[in-house]
């Protein structure tokens, strides 16, 4: 049974930081896009960061290009999303999400990914 398991939000003011991370099983980690996305209140959910099998790749949305940064640990089967100068509007639930074993990088299409986590929330008060 594969599952992804997000952790690391909360609330925060303006201008911090958070890391979140998330811990995946039943599947094969390493060679895997990972990516994560967003969905605020009364919006579609959107993309954030996508990072390569490999992690040498990423893409970013333009709105945290420069603030977040993915990362992965496969030997935890762990991927992280560094949020550095949080603004009011990264406030959201974000996902983490997984494509198929030595799928490409992408460009964040959500439907490109088959496995998702529940989310965790990020609040950032002004």
């Known amino acids: 049974q594969v599952q992804l398991v997000e952790s690391g939000g909360g609330l925060v003011q303006a201008g911090a930081s958070l890391r979140l991370s998330c811990v995946a099983s039943g599947l094969t980690f390493s060679s895997r896009p990972l990516g994560w996305f967003r969905q605020a209140p009364g919006k579609e959910r959107e993309f954030v960061a996508v990072?390569?099998?490999?992690?040498?790749?990423?893409r970013y949305a333009d709105a945290v290009k420069g603030r977040f940064t993915i990362s992965r640990d496969n030997a935890k089967n762990t991927v992280y999303l560094q949020m550095n100068n949080l603004k009011p509007e990264d406030t959201a639930v974000y996902y983490c999400?997984?494509?198929?074993?030595?799928?490409?990088?992408?460009?964040?299409?959500?439907?490109?990914?088959?496995?998702w986590g529940q989310g965790t929330q990020v609040t950032v008060s002004s």
């Open positions: 999400a997984a494509r198929e074993h030595n799928s490409p990088l992408g460009s964040g299409d959500e439907a490109d990914f088959g496995f």
């Open positions: 990072l390569s099998g490999s992690g040498f790749s990423t």
